[in-house]
């Protein structure tokens, strides 16, 4: 198990540092062209050594703003570097171009790929809710999220459920656009996710329409929409909504879907494999691109979205414990130095002599080797020097805010707090998954206040007024999802909730019967 954390904090060192020398370095540059805000931004390339990209305002918003939420996720605050790196990520609001959307370049325009128009939405989204107050933010998540409503009735919200079985949508004329060749339905989830994230801030009545009309298209859909990264932000969404909201939405078919294998992307979903000796179960990417072919970005991405998923539908924290426990041991795989040699495409690069760059992908096979450390670069002969990926690299602090060792090193500790983005109050929750086939124990440092250590899983206070470290004993092939709440609190229980000073610490209570799971990694049915 690497040291994610340490990691993340490695690569903000390293990715940031303007004095760093070498070929290739330094990777940060000062953007002054001063496109949409009338002061400096930054830029980071998106891959080592891209000609592309050193200079200007020659910089991709889902790498910039992805290295200061990575950031922000393990304890960095990045306005208090040697720039405001959270102020700078303004620059990607466009502004200049009329559309008022945050897009993947300060020069962008929409309407060339739903996901590449939601996902810089959806990062700035996580920066504004860590950085409450910081400059415009509140008021570009605002604006933003207004624009997707109307993008959503220019979908056909304003006659019913819009339709999002397209490739995009074009804000300049607010046509849906086909090209022929794919279509992202998931754009529905990623909607969702900011239309919900929004009514959560702002409580606007069109922003929580728009989610649920989001919502009900996913519900009527029969095939598998997952595109990119998209699907499981809806499906948290959907979870929030659930437990919040009392709604009725199907999380558990948007959970399969999310482990299946997409309809609309042919091979899309996750590995579930041995790949030549090494364990590759829970990476995303493609299950049968020469043999499969995972991304650094969609697995760290999807950790980030289904984690905080448990506290709102603990029926699955066993599925999603184990599913991590999988992915935090395979995702070592995308780092240099992990694999035998001649097992990466780009060992000839020496500027990161602690390895903190991910590769952009980890390949089956490739050249008669296996698994592979490589990306898209070389292979397609498209122009950066190396296969070495910042615009995925970056996400790394969603591992790192989430996963802890404990003292068993195959029990993690997760947060779910760490990626849980407008969320109302909460005390600290961690997610435990036990894959023994008997009862292990685990220690917990629970700090030096009084707290009761409850288990949202079992609806039930394992131990009373515990102060320091303390033990919890985790069933066989089992989780315990841990909530810390005050041990003087006063307890409570409403519409099937449970409280302790009005805060809630089991949003599940009335959901325990029939408890179900996803179906198990390499199980390809989805489960009854």
Known sequence: MRDWHGLARAYDDFVFDVNARGQYLPLVWTDKSRVNINRPAFGLPSYVGDPKRTSGPHHEGITCMGAVLGATLVGIDKRRQRNDYVLMC????????????????????????????????????????????????????????????????????????????????????????????????????????????????????????????????????????????????????????????????????????????????GGWGVIATNWHGYDCHGLVGSIDNRGGYAFAMNTFAQAGALVPLVRYADRYARAIGKWMLNLANAARLFYPGELPEGHESSAFWKGDPKGVIAYEGLRHEWDGKGPYATGEPLAMKWGPATDRGLYGSGYIGVLGGIVRTTNDERILQLDCLATDFYRPPAYASYLY??????????????????CDLYDACADTFLRRKVRGRASIAIPADSSVLLVLPPSDGKKAHRAGKTFVDGVVIDYCRAAKAGKTEIAPIGDRAPCQ
């Open 90 to 265: 303004e620059a990607y609001y466009n502004v200049a171009n009329g559309e008022r959307l945050v897009l993947n370049g300060v020069r962008a325009r929409s309407g060339g790929s739903f996901w590449y128009d939601i996902w810089p939405h959806i990062v700035f989204y996580a920066l504004a809710d860590r950085y409450p107050n910081a400059g415009r933010m509140d008021a570009i998540v605002k604006a933003t999220a207004d624009r997707w409503y109307e993008a959503c009735l220019a979908m056909g919200g304003d006659k019913g459920v819009p339709d999002f079985d397209h490739t995009v949508l074009r804000f300049r004329t607010m046509q849906p656009v086909d090209n022929g060749k794919w279509k992202e339905p998931d754009a529905a989830a990623g909607i969702g996710w900011l239309q919900y994230m929004a009514w959560a801030k702002h409580k606007d009545a069109k922003n929580l329409q728009a989610a649920a009309w989001c919502m009900q298209f996913l519900q009527e859909q029969k095939r598998n929409p997952y595109y990119e990264v998209l699907l499981p932000y809806g499906t948290l969404a959907a979870a929030r909504m659930n437990a919040e909201l009392g709604r009725n939405h199907d999380v558990h078919k948007l959970l399969n879907w999310c482990f299946g294998i997409s309809d609309c992307r």
């Open 433 to 450: 998954y036990n894959p023994y086939d008997i009862a292990k124990q685990v220690t917990v440092d629970v700090g030096s206040r009084p």
